[in-house]
Structure formats: C-alpha cells, structure tokens
C-alpha cells in the first residue's frame, strides 16, 4: 500500500508556488527541494541524501541512497524554468556512467521519473509527470509518493513501470 503524502505535500504547494513565480535560482530551489525530500518523502539528510553526487569529474545535484545503495538522481532545475527533454539528457548520461536505472527531474513544481535502459545506448523513459501546482489533487500525491522512502523500499516504483510497460 502507497504511502500517502498529501497533507505533507499540501504544505509545500505554496512555497514552490512563490518560487515558481519569483523563478528562483537553482541552488535556492535545490534547498527547498532537499527538504521536501526529508520532510514530505521520508528521507535522513544525513544518511540518505548526498548532494552534488560526483560522477566521473561530474555532478548530479542529488543522489538518493536506501541502505547505503544509490537508488535513483534527482536533477533539479530553477524553479521557474520549463522542464524539457535536454534536462533529462544531462542526468541520463550520469545515470548511465553510474548504473542507476532510476531519475527524478523536477523544478520544485513539476516532477517527472524516469526509468532509464542501456541495452541499445540511453533509453530515458517517462513514467510519469505530475505538477503539484495544477494537478489533480490526489493525482500529484499518488504519483511523488512512488518516490517515498518506504515506497522504494518495497518496490512500489518497479511494481508500476512493470504495470506501465504492460500496458
């Protein structure tokens, strides 16, 4: 069962709103976004969390770790900045030089996984995309949640790209 992190999330709507609508730098987003990743999706800044992850002389603004294992990357982007496919290019190639299959791109506002294979070169997948700023209420929550802690635990994030490729 899916963590719910709509009450946790509903406080921070107004905060990446402001930010959006001053379009904010990326570090400063970058500090609202590592709180939320503590705050809202269960993460210990101190054990789960590394900034600017260094991957072959390059840097991933946030890797996030689960029992001492790199999970997924988080690539983050000025708040007020429209995500686009370069964006995840950039991260895909840190991805790829480091294993990991798994990458969140977001601006504080939107935020979109992706679920990357290397069989034949990069393969970056969207998974999904949500914007907590003018979707669905419960759509936003159910989606950022498959980004919880406990939820990759369990594999809750595999489980629905299993579901969506299915499909």
Not at 13 to 25: H, K, L, M
Not at 109 to 122: A, E, K, M, P, T
Request: charged share 30%; hydrophobic share 40%.
């Amino acid at each position: 069962m899916q963590v719910d992190i709509s009450s946790e999330l509903k406080k921070y709507i107004p905060i990446f709103q402001q930010a959006s609508e001053q379009n904010i730098n990326e570090a400063e987003t970058s500090l609202r976004i590592g709180k939320f990743l503590e705050d809202v999706l269960g993460y210990d800044v101190f054990q789960d969390i590394t900034k600017e992850h260094t991957i072959k002389d390059r840097y991933v603004d946030y890797a996030i770790k689960v029992d001492g294992k790199v999970v997924f990357f988080i690539e983050i982007k000025q708040a007020g900045m429209e995500l686009r496919e370069k964006h995840i290019e950039q991260a895909s190639n840190y991805a790829a030089n480091a294993g990991v299959s798994w990458v969140a791109l977001t601006n504080g506002r939107c935020w979109q996984l992706y679920h990357l294979s290397f069989d034949d070169g990069i393969q970056s997948d969207l998974i999904w995309s949500a914007d907590i700023l003018s979707d669905d209420t419960k759509d936003a929550p159910l989606k950022i949640s498959y980004l919880h802690k406990k939820s990759i635990l369990k594999g809750e994030h595999e489980d629905y790209y299993a579901k969506i490729k299915a499909l």
